[in-house]
């Protein structure tokens, strides 16, 4: 039998740098979190307590609609030849739109509404004048600050057709945050979250990234608490009842370990093999777990990414 000559697999080019545009303006009448009245962005240590009133929780849902909102409206512009910037433009206009502050614009300097982290990008992202092209694949990360509490979540879009890796990576990803969305319930450690992710990403031979973890929100951006993505078996933290975080696992293709960009901003694999991210704000009920951002019709973007990628449900 004649030996197969392998074909060289197909390299897409590296993600350059764009031009970042200015930040977009912010009406008077937005509430805005308190490092965004500060001129470098710092939201100080964080004192917020772990666990949420229900009041507190309230906030927290119509924030998480309104970002779960937004973020499906951003996918829907995710073609061939938009630019990041664009993204942000539709994510910035959406945002104020829903009487909401957009969370990451003056974030520690952050300048732009939302996160766009395309392709070898892990995350934090900077929309810029870079048009998404036909095969590319980018996370869209939206938090919004609304009655007093922000709502953080992020889904991957495919650019047109993608190839058969990308797709594998980015319904692993998918899969891996809805595992770890379903061992949380009151008295479960934390650790068990990081477990869960790796069963998922372990079989898959996909990397999971270490720098980067979940974390609590609520009145704050990033409260105290870490949810990393990986198994530390010294994490036995228990969940408690009305504590709210988010899990939003970093998967690559290749090797997970990450370099910045000289912005000092956006992650890349070091290898640069491609990575994937999906996001949620949860809250821990008395006997699992509530999704805060999702739509008040129980809708979020990450069934549009499902639907773009085939095979799903087959595995
Ligand atoms: N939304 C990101 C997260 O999931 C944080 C973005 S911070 C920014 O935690 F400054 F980069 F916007
Ligand atoms: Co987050
Ligand atoms: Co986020």
Redesign the pocket.
């Given at each position: 039998m004649a030996k197969r000559k392998r074909r060289p697999r197909q390299r897409a080019a590296s993600v350059q740098p764009g031009i970042v545009g200015p930040p977009r303006p912010v009406p008077r009448g937005i509430v805005r979190p308190a490092y965004a009245r500060d001129a470098r962005g710092e939201p100080g240590p964080s004192r917020m307590a772990p666990v949420r009133s229900t009041g507190e929780i309230e906030a927290m849902r119509r924030a998480g609609a309104a970002a779960a909102e937004v973020l499906m409206i951003a996918g829907r512009h995710v073609t061939p030849g938009t630019t990041t910037d664009a993204i942000d433009a539709v994510v910035h206009a959406e945002v104020l739109d829903r009487g909401a502050y957009p969370s990451p614009l003056g974030y520690r300097t952050f300048p732009k509404s939302v996160c766009t982290s395309v392709n070898e990008v892990i995350c934090h992202g900077i929309p810029d004048s870079r048009p998404l092209a036909a095969g590319d694949i980018v996370n869209i990360?939206v938090?919004v600050y609304l009655d007093g509490v922000h709502g953080?979540?992020?889904a991957m879009f495919c650019v047109g057709e993608v190839d058969a890796e990308s797709e594998r990576l980015v319904r692993g990803t998918l899969r891996a945050l809805e595992a770890a969305i379903g061992v949380v319930a009151p008295g479960v450690p934390v650790s068990a979250i990081g477990e869960a992710i790796e069963g998922v990403a372990r079989p898959l031979r996909l990397g999971v990234v270490r720098e980067f973890v979940?974390?609590g929100?609520g009145p704050d951006?990033?409260g105290s608490l870490q949810i990393p993505h990986y198994y530390d078996p010294r994490n036995s933290v228990p969940l408690a009842e009305g504590m709210t975080f988010?899990i939003?696992p970093m998967l690559t293709l290749g090797g997970p370990q990450v370099d910045l960009w000289s912005d000092g901003w956006t992650a890349v694999t070091a290898d640069r093999s491609r990575s994937a991210q999906f996001?949620h704000?949860l809250a821990v009920t008395s006997d699992g777990a509530e999704v805060l951002t999702t739509t008040s019709g129980g809708r979020c973007a990450h069934e549009l990414s499902a639907a773009s990628v085939p095979g799903r449900g087959s595995g």
């Open positions: 990360d938090t953080d979540t992020s979940g974390h929100v951006f990033h988010t939003e996001e704000t």
